[in-house]
């Protein structure tokens, strides 16, 4: 099933790059092909039970380098099982989404669906090199979505984002090694790695799990490893900024849940504190650059750094203590995945708005509008319950996760807690500030021609923007998948 | 089914919303008015019910979360309250807005309830969290209705700004409670004790002195006034600005636990009280003086909760909530007249006699003049604050006179005769209430006249028993002193208005700046939001410069690296090269020549791809997608070397 969800869309590219055919074709095509992986989670959210005591289900193993203990192995609990329906659902509807191919619609496509099955293949990956490889693959295929189809900036944003992401990778692959020489035979089964603690009160575990923790943090950002998200961001094509924002920096968060966390109980608990800070200087930091952008695209970026900090802040009072809170961990923990999940799908779904926005206008500056709402009611509407849900409105996903976070992460860090909720405070500004810019106010004349969004663009808005009220107003299928994985992800270590 | 107390009004809401599309102009709106109107008596239904059968309910969110509510304590009898006072305010707001976007209008004042329903009867952490936060997020689409003028935009960030910062408190507040217990229900409360108590206490505190537009965050109020009239009926009678006063009476068991807990709240409630009531007495816009004294009145809540009487802070706060929704409606309907908010222009008894006495009544409530049942609740207030200490019971005498005049001042340029003072009566062409608007008026009026019933012991002991309170046995010099108190301050300001004088207040000079909430507006401005956001720009930039400089400048070092290697180090490992190569051409034979061959390509492959990484980024990608392979070999190789040497 899960190998199903990898596999499809990677064949899919192929043949992508095999058939010739038209840019509809090769759309529908790819929308067709999008479909099977998102059948398959929710095949595999049938069959997963968030009652059983066994952390991973769905678990498919074969050896690939036995001398090594390398293995295809893939698998999911709770809290991939939430990513994984993140991803189908925002791959979906990002390949949906009316796209200037520039007239090369087959590798645009193509570029997607690959993507697509990296990104799957990492998060159901239960072998250390499967998961890595899968982290190389991605910068590969986004390194293409941006420098090919692109602003006019590309080349250097997307050779920036690739040669910074892979200094991440290098680190993260010297931890990986770290962790499975520690073990004997020597493997990279994740499971086997989680159930051992290889590296427990060895002196040079604090090493490892910084080259982890480096790794990964570039890849999610944490500041103030951050800045190639927002070049990257503002040079990318609209639905690429979709995917990066909404996919490929979970891989830096869910990596460290999956990693450092699952892996090194002991030494995660004691280098905590820092990731703790780190998060809430995140949060903060990110906040308040992106009230000082005048530029739509950058602004949204910088939310990313923010909601990624709420993500890490979750992760780092999860495994701050090594035992008592143990329900607190959990909130957090439940919280940082769901806070991936929204994050996933609010801010998929803002850039998407901003690439309608371009697709109209080629320009991103706030100051150039104002007073939209009448003249572009649905665009509107849809940025409206965007920013709120980004902005924690309760009803919406984003408020379940936050609210999780926080008082999770109280128990265990309530000084971080009580500062990282100011950024909170000043997202609100920052959301409210812009919807008044854009759309609120006088209008002039010269947006009268400005067109509303159309079928296609409502189709994929309105997956996204619904399940965010789905999601937020009943959480609860999404909270006890999850939930049932973080419990026993801290209680199996503990 | 208590959830149905919600459900019914946000339903409702929702239905009004987007009857909008379907309704023809002309019976728009009596259809929108009439079904916003049925989906509060809808919701009044069920409240009465709740209140009959002390309702309560809970729904599993998942996760381990939970909603609880109930109608314990004073929830019951505000769960009433908020549908009759909401019924005859979207009545009004059918009869008198603009078509332009009336559905919309309708629609969130009617979701609003229902959400205010949400609060009163939330019986955690979570849910109250939800409601508090959502009065927010719709109070910033009431105030921004007229979303076309950008002041009114700018005025709901305000008011959603501040009240968010209070809202961060109930996150506070949840976490000390979760940490303490693992629970987030309110009857798990009484296990916080210690730092974490306090935490809680504070949280609260901050989050509902921000809702009730309490000091520092009183001016939130003065930009709310934005919003369409209607709304400022709703939000300072018994919603927003009451969910404040209303959770901390709720509460106040649970807090009082603390010692500094009544000792803060009297502060800020009686600082508020006499600050917000001299800017009252001092505006000369009619809608602000109003706003003023909602902050004043509940400030005189938050002394009575302090003193430890939550339940005659309640019965304030619903003889309030009649008083100033009555009193917001008629304002609209003058301003509506005169097309102008400044109380200046208006004394408009002889255009408008019927608006002009419903507004007295009301006027002479929140003067708190007795018989009317504002009266008995400030007294009871007196009494309350009396059980502290005197000094307390005189304060909040002093803030009873400001109420008493700036009430009187409010009704006399409102709605006084022209008496020969102030500047002549506006003409005609007047726009008139409807009988809707009249009667909406009136009936908020009647309930506020009926009210006076408190004032018979029976009554008020009743009131207070239905609220899970009790009534301070106040000293009769107490009530000799107020209400002498009283009538002088109302018969100041008359005479006053005798001499002239009342219409220039507050236009002009210090007493518009004093008028202007004691320039906090604008100290809030310079102190807060512009540091805010220079710094939000300030940190952008050292993002831009800083941050990004300095991975620049590791890049420009790569690229430097990389041009030494190539322009120093390549030619000379050429000539190496070169050399290997004419010696191996010198010596080697014909199949010699593929090694050497080998040789050179892979030297000048390294050269080639470091030359490129910094160089040209068009074609380095095909050089870096090659290097991770290298790189992923070598980790194999390691490996591979590792676990050779280890065994």
Redesign the interface.
């Known amino acids: 099933m899960l190998t199903t969800a990898v596999l499809a869309p990677l064949a899919g590219a192929l043949a992508l790059v095999g058939l010739r055919v038209g840019e509809r074709a090769a759309r529908w095509l790819a929308v067709a092909v999008s479909l099977v992986p998102l059948a398959a989670f929710l095949a595999a959210w049938a069959a997963f039970d968030s009652r059983s005591a066994e952390q991973f289900q769905l678990v498919t193993a074969v050896e690939w380098l036995p001398t090594v203990g390398v293995g295809y192995r893939v698998g999911v609990d709770g809290v991939a099982l939430a990513v994984v329906g993140v991803t189908t659902v925002l791959f979906t509807a990002v390949i949906a989404f009316p796209a200037d191919t520039r007239g090369r619609a087959r590798p645009w496509y193509a570029w997607l669906l690959f993507l697509e099955g990296v990104c799957l293949g990492l998060f159901v990956a239960l072998d250390l090199i499967v998961f890595y490889v899968f982290f190389d693959l991605s910068l590969v295929g986004m390194y293409f979505l941006i420098s090919r189809w692109g602003h006019a900036g590309a080349e250097a944003a997307a050779l920036k984002f690739f040669l910074y992401t892979l200094l991440g990778s290098l680190a993260l692959l010297i931890g990986m090694i770290g962790l499975a020489l520690a073990m004997d035979p020597i493997t990279f089964d994740m499971r086997e790695l989680i159930a051992a603690q290889p590296l427990a009160g060895a002196g040079h575990a604090v090493l490892v799990l910084v080259a982890l923790l480096l790794g990964l943090g570039i890849k999610t950002p944490v500041v103030p490893f951050h800045t190639w998200l927002p070049a990257a961001h503002v040079e990318a094509p609209a639905p690429a900024s979709a995917l990066l924002a909404g996919v490929l920096l979970k891989m830096g968060a869910f990596g460290m849940i999956r990693i450092p966390l699952a892996m090194m109980r002991e030494t995660f608990a004691a280098v905590a504190p820092v990731l703790g800070v780190v998060a809430v200087v995140s949060i903060l930091y990110g906040a308040f650059v992106a009230l000082g952008q005048g530029d739509i695209k950058r602004r949204i970026a910088y939310t990313s750094v923010t909601h990624m900090g709420y993500t890490v802040l979750g992760i780092a009072a999860a495994g701050g203590l090594l035992a008592g809170a143990e329900e607190a961990r959990a909130l957090a923990l439940t919280g940082a995945t769901i806070e991936m999940v929204a994050h996933g799908l609010i801010t998929g779904a803002l850039f998407l708005i901003t690439g309608s926005l371009w697709e109209r206008t080629a320009d991103y500056a706030m100051d150039a509008y104002g007073g939209l709402a009448d003249r572009v009611p649905r665009l509107t509407a849809a940025t409206v319950v965007a920013a709120f849900a980004s902005l924690g409105l309760p009803g919406l996903v984003g408020f379940v996760a936050e609210f999780q976070i926080f008082v999770g992460a109280f128990a265990v860090y309530p000084v971080l807690a009580a500062v990282g909720l100011l950024g909170v405070l000043v997202t609100a500004a920052l959301f409210l500030q812009l919807l008044q810019r854009v759309f609120l106010g006088e209008r002039s004349g010269y947006w009268d021609g400005l067109r509303d969004l159309d079928a296609a663009e409502q189709g994929s808005l309105g997956v996204l923007l619904a399940l965010t009220v789905v999601l937020g107003v009943a959480p609860a299928p999404l909270l006890d998948v999850v939930d049932a994985g973080s419990t026993l992800l801290l209680g199996a270590a503990g | 089914m208590l959830w149905l107390l919600v459900g019914v009004p946000l339903l409702a809401g929702a239905v009004v919303w987007s009857a909008e599309r379907w309704t023809r102009v002309a019976a728009r709106r009596l259809v929108l008015g009439a079904f916003a109107v049925a989906g509060l008596l809808a919701t009044l239904a069920v409240a009465l019910w709740a209140a009959a059968t002390d309702a309560s309910a809970a729904h ?6 939970r909603l609880l509510a109930d109608v314990a304590g004073p929830a019951a009898v505000i769960a009433v309250l908020v549908p009759v006072v909401g019924a005859p305010i979207v009545a009004y707001a059918a009869a008198q807005e603009p078509l332009d976007g009336l559905g919309r209008l309708l629609g969130l004042l009617t979701a609003f309830v229902g959400v205010m329903e949400l609060l009163v009867v939330a019986a955690d ?2 849910t109250l ?3 508090f ?2 009065t927010t ?1 719709l109070s ?1 689409a009431l105030i ?1 209705h007229e ?4 002041s ?3 005025a ?2 305000v008011a ?2 501040a009240t ?2 209070g809202g ?1 408190g109930l ?2 507040a ?3 409670s ?2 303490a217990t ?1 629970s ?1 229900a309110f009857s798990d409360l009484p296990g916080v004790a210690g730092g974490l108590l306090d ?1 809680l206490v504070a949280g609260v505190v901050l989050a509902c002195a921000a809702k009730a537009a309490q000091l520092p965050f009183a001016p939130w109020l003065f930009a709310a006034m934005a919003g369409p009239t209607p709304v400022s009926a709703l939000l300072h009678s018994s919603t927003m600005v009451a969910a404040g006063a209303y959770v901390l009476i709720r509460l106040q068991p649970a807090l009082d636990r603390v010692a500094w807990f009544a000792p803060v709240v009297i502060a800020v409630g009686l600082v508020t009280a006499v600050a917000a009531g001299a800017v009252a007495l001092l505006q000369a816009h009619a809608k602000r003086l109003l706003a003023a004294s909602t902050s004043a009145q509940y400030g005189l809540m938050f002394v009575a909760v302090g003193a430890g009487y939550p339940a005659v802070a309640a019965l304030h706060l619903v003889v309030h909530a009649l008083v100033k929704a009555a009193l917001f409606l008629a304002a609209g309907v003058a301003i509506r007249a005169v097309s102008s908010p400044m109380l200046g222009r208006m004394r408009l008894r002889r255009s408008l006699p019927a608006t002009a006495a419903l507004a007295a009544v009301a006027s002479l409530g929140l003067a708190a003049v007795p018989p009317l049942g504002g009266g008995w609740s400030k007294e009871a207030i007196v009494a309350a604050a009396g059980g502290e200490a005197a000094w307390l019971a005189l304060a909040v005498v002093v803030a009873g006179a400001l109420s008493a005049a700036y009430a009187t001042r409010f009704q006399l340029l409102a709605f006084g005769g022209s008496g020969g003072s102030g500047p002549p009566p506006p003409r005609p062409p007047l726009r008139t209430p409807t009988s809707t608007e009249q009667a909406a008026i009136g009936l908020l009026v009647a309930g506020s006249a009926a009210l006076g019933l408190l004032w018979w012991r029976p009554a008020h002991e009743l009131a207070a028993r239905a609220l899970g309170g009790e009534v301070p046995a106040g000293e009769p010099w107490q009530l000799a002193a107020s209400l002498t108190v009283t009538v002088l301050a109302v018969y100041g300001v008359w005479a006053l208005d005798r001499r002239r004088r009342l219409g220039h207040v507050g236009t002009e000079g210090r007493s518009a700046a004093a008028g202007a909430w004691l320039g906090l507006p604008a100290a809030t401005r310079h102190l807060v939001v512009t540091p ?2 220079a ?7 050292f ?1 831009d410069h800083v ?2 400089g ?2 620049r400048l590791v ?1 420009a070092g790569a690229r430097r690296t990389a041009g030494w290697l190539a322009d120093g180090v390549e030619p000379r490992l050429d000539d190496v090269v070169a050399a290997v190569a004419a010696a191996g051409q010198a010596l080697a034979s014909a199949s010699e020549r593929g090694a050497e061959r080998a040789v050179d390509g892979a030297v000048a492959a390294v050269a080639w791809l470091v030359d490129r ?1 910094g160089a040209d ?2 074609r ?2 095909t050089g ?2 090659h290097h ?1 392979f290298v ?2 070999a070598a ?2 190789v ?3 070397a ?2 050779a040497l ?1 065994r």
């Not at chain 2, 979303?147 to 950008?150: A, D, E, L, Q």
Request: proline share 0%; hydrophobic share 60%.
């Open positions: 599993t969110v998942g996760g381990g979360l952490w979570l969290t939800v409601a936060e959502l997020g910033w921004a979303w076309r003028r950008t009114a935009a700018r709901a960030a959603f700004n968010r910062f961060l996150f506070l949840a976490g000390a979760y940490a693992g987030l935490v805010a956001l710094s939000a720009a300030a940190v952008a930039r993002d941050v990004e300095g991975v890049g990484a980024a068009r380095s990608h870096m997608v991770q790189v992923i980790g194999v390691v490996v591979v590792a676990v280890g």
